[in-house]
């Protein structure tokens, strides 16, 4: 369709699957997309898995509380050794 776009902006390999973040247009909407893909047949297809965001103000606070968890857990993973 006409209507649907789709922007990949990276993926990250999970072993067997992948995360993908990609910014989509469908029917007539703009939305961030961050969800777990797997392999079958030679066709990468998305689980239920992830998320989706439609305001940019949420994104820009997804993205704050990523570094904030970042930061967390090198902070955790510090004194573990």
Known sequence: MADEKEILIGEIDKGKDKIKMSINTFKGK???????FYESEGKW????KGFTINK???LAEIGILFEKAAKEYTEEEKTEK
């Not at 703009?30 to 777990?36: G, K, L, N, P, Q």
């Open 30 to 36: 703009t939305y961030v997309d961050c969800r777990v």
């Open 45 to 48: 297809l998305p689980t239920k």
């Open 56 to 58: 940019i103000s949420q």
